[in-house]
T-cell receptor, first 111, second 113 residues
Framework: NAGVTQTPKFQVLKTGQSMTLQCAQD?????MSWYRQDPGMGLRLIHY???????DQGEVPNGYNVSRSTTEDFPLRLLSAAPSQTSVYFC??????????FGPGTRLTVL | AQSVTQPDIHITVSEGASLELRCNYS??????LFWYVQSPGQGLQLLLK??????LVQGIKGFEAEFKRSQSSFNLRKPSVHWSDAAEYFC???????????FGQGTRLTINP
């Protein structure tokens, strides 16, 4: 199993650009989530999904969209990137929200 | 509000010394509790978890944690650290049946040779 994969590993955007961070898992997990990691703030939940077609907001959802059309994929969309969205983004999956498996992360810089 | 606090931002210990990383939680009920480790440039790996039962939990890599209800704490310990333990450590909590895992701010561990 590949586990949780994320692409790209690194990305630089200009303010106002849009992009999609990809996340995929091959463990047939129902629960998937996106976090952002900023220095001194730990990981903060952006959006999560408890199954295909079901998503909900986390702690810091503004500026991000998600969809879950399949069990395997959970992309995160930045509609109009802002410098405040410079961060490291982690995707995670699990059978429930408790024991989550994390991807390697995407380091995003918005200029 | 539900929260997880790691009071120590950065800790330095010598190789071979013992380690204790602190974690406190603020929840109405006892949450499920976790410790994760993040090596530089890597994702997070689960070290151990507490759901119920024995308050001393054993994890991977020689780590253990003790749940103390009276202190709302879940401190991580290791009797003798190795240089490879240098990493960032995160405590996390979630209420049973809830959907949102809450993380502490993290503690960066540096190991002196």
């Amino acid at each position: 199993n590949a586990g949780v994969t994320q692409t790209p590993k690194f990305q630089v955007l200009k303010t106002g650009q849009s992009m999609t961070l990809q996340c995929a898992q091959d463990m047939n997990h129902e629960y998937m989530s996106w976090y952002r990691q900023d220095p001194g703030m730990g990981l903060r939940l952006i959006h999560y999904s408890v199954g295909a077609g079901i998503t909900d907001q986390g702690e810091v959802p503004n500026g991000y969209n998600v969809s879950r059309s399949t069990t395997e994929d959970f992309p995160l969309r930045l509609l109009s990137a802002a410098p405040s969205q410079t961060s490291v983004y982690f995707c995670a999956s699990s059978q429930g929200p408790q024991r989550q498996f994390f991807g390697p992360g995407t380091r995003l810089t918005v200029l | 509000a539900q929260s997880v606090t790691q009071p120590d931002i950065h800790i330095t210990v010598s190789e071979g010394a013992s380690l204790e990383l602190r974690c406190n939680y603020s929840y109405g009920a006892t949450p499920y509790l976790f410790w994760y480790v993040q090596s530089p440039g890597q994702g997070l790996q689960l070290l151990l978890k507490y759901f119920s039962g024995d308050t001393l939990v054993q994890g991977i890599k020689g780590f253990e944690a003790e749940f103390k209800r009276s202190q709302s704490s879940f401190n991580l310990r290791k009797p003798s650290v190795h240089w490879s333990d240098a990493a960032e450590y995160f405590c996390a909590a979630i209420i049973q049946g809830a959907q949102k895992l809450v993380f502490g701010q993290g503690t960066r561990l540096t190991i002196n040779p």
